[in-house]
């Protein structure tokens, strides 16, 4: 028997759902009638869950940031640490292609959208930049004590390069709807990284 209760499956569902209407059109461009239109949920049960707009946007960012960081676990694999980093570029580059550059990275698009408006948005947002340019940098870090890279590269500026990079390339496919753009800036970020 499943521990996850009705409600708790509903509220994945809203979250999931919303998310997808997220990325296609931003939280401004979101209205709540779409919400309840896309997950076929009723307004008093959407409003059980979430508060408000506001509420349900927040949430969405949370569980998207907590699975993100769970892919990224699972995609920082290889036989070192910078074979780890281009590893885990690749499989977010394949995420996007295999949404067909539709939508972009929930996280940069929210930064230009909401950033300077709500800080709330801002903290969640800061958070998940932060915490995925720690992680690059350990692993960078380890590549320059290790002697995979010179002995004058900074970590940080490196992980925040390659982060940057990362959102760049993203937002440039999503216009272009062109898997070259992506191949590019993986080349760059595989220079960037000596090899």
């Known amino acids: 028997m499943s521990t996850t209760s009705k409600g708790e499956k509903t509220r994945d569902h809203i979250l999931k759902t919303t998310r997808k209407i997220l990325v296609a059109k931003g ?39 907590d699975e993100f960081f ?5 995609t920082l694999v290889g036989r070192d640490p910078v074979e780890k980093i281009i590893n885990s570029c690749k499989a977010i580059f394949a995420e996007q292609e295999k949404n067909n550059f539709v939508g972009g990275c929930l996280f ?4 230009l959208e909401m950033t300077d ?24 870090d380890e590549a320059r004590n290790t002697g995979l890279l010179p002995s ?5 500026l490196l992980a925040k390069t390659v982060v ?9 496919s999503r216009v272009s709807k062109n898997k070259n ?9 595989t220079g960037l990284l000596g090899r």
């Open 181 to 189: 753009d992506l191949t590019d800036f993986l080349a760059a970020i």
């Open 152 to 156: 004058s590269t900074q970590p940080r």
């Open 117 to 140: 408006s709500n800080e709330r948005f801002s903290e969640v947002i800061q958070e998940v930049f932060s915490r995925w340019t720690g992680l690059l940098t350990e692993h960078l």
């Open 108 to 111: 940069g698009n929210t930064a």
């Open 27 to 65: 939280f401004h461009n979101t209205s709540i009638s779409a919400v309840i239109e896309g997950t076929g949920v009723k307004k008093g049960n959407l409003y059980y869950h979430f508060t408000s707009k506001e509420d349900l946007g927040l949430a969405v960012l949370e569980d998207a940031k």
């Open 164 to 172: 940057a990079t990362l959102e760049g390339a993203i937002m440039m």
């Open 70 to 74: 769970s892919f990224l676990t699972k």
